[in-house]
């Protein structure tokens, strides 16, 4: 049995920074945490939480568009998803609808249980034909499953109460950072990992392969304005803190007395941008001691976001995460 995917299509790549700021190197001067007036000046919404993320409310999906990073680009724009544990929490998850399942034997007897109540196409394939619908490289595990895009989640409901975490994610676009991500989220029991929907990678690929099934089971919300979501998140009680190398606090020090946590995750280089910063109530840093002789002036954003929401998490009570 062959399958001939379709033939790749280009797309513009023109891409709007809907925050009307660009991006923001991580040496500019930001917001001074320590300035406690400066943020009570900062111009919010005059709409309620639900208005002023009018355009994410209800049911979003995340299809994605374009040629988000080298993992195939063709094979993310389908909706494809592989890999073992991928697949198992797609096929367990109620919100996805799939259509098309390729399958090896032996993957099959792995399954076993999972596949009962699935009721899309299922195609008993060699291994070879897999690999010839996915992109090089790909780990499958002898299974890959044609999904429809998975619907976000509304940030108000996410929001109410105001208690716990929340992950917001500025200009993140690598599908491995992005699937690393939600891995934290999952681990630190986050509520939710927010991202905007114009430059959020598909979650579907290599995002779903390296979060190991956790993209089913941590709600995403997609926002059309990062800058004006954080600014609603706290008019409903949530405190927002953004990483930043340059900051004057520690980690430590910003989340003393933690209850109700936004933590913003800016991309590697660019860092926040600059009206996004301009939205936190604080900007931290994480203490690098041995930077200066190592040469090693930053961390991957994977595992920067692991020691923010650690150390959120220790600050908070076992009630609230």
Known sequence: MSFKPKKKTRKSNKNTDRDGQGTNSSKSAGWNPADS?????KPGSKRPLGRSLGKSRGIKTHA?????????????KENWIWGHHAVKAALEN???THHKLYITPKTIERLGSTLKTYKGEILKVHPSEIDRILPDGAVHQGAALKSAPLAGYDLDVIANPAKGLIIVLDQITDPHNVGAL????????????????????PLAGAVTKVAVGTVETVPHVLVTNIANTLLALQKTGWRVTGLAGEAKV?????????????IVMGAEGPGLRKRVRDCCDQLAKIPMPGSEKSGAESLNVSTAAGIALYEAVRN???DIV
């Not at 007036?37 to 000046?41: I, K, L, M």
């Not at 939600?182 to 990678?201: C, E, Y």
């Open 316 to 318: 908070m009570d076992r």
């Open 182 to 201: 939600f891995r934290l989220a999952a681990a630190f029991g986050a509520k939710a990992v927010v991202m905007q929907s114009r430059n959020a990678p």
């Open 94 to 96: 109620p919100r996805r």
């Open 250 to 262: 520690t980690l430590e020090q910003a989340f003393q007395r933690a209850e109700a946590e936004v």
């Open 37 to 41: 007036q400066e943020n009570a000046a």
């Open 64 to 76: 994605g568009s374009g040629n988000r990073g080298s993992f195939g680009a063709q094979s993310v």
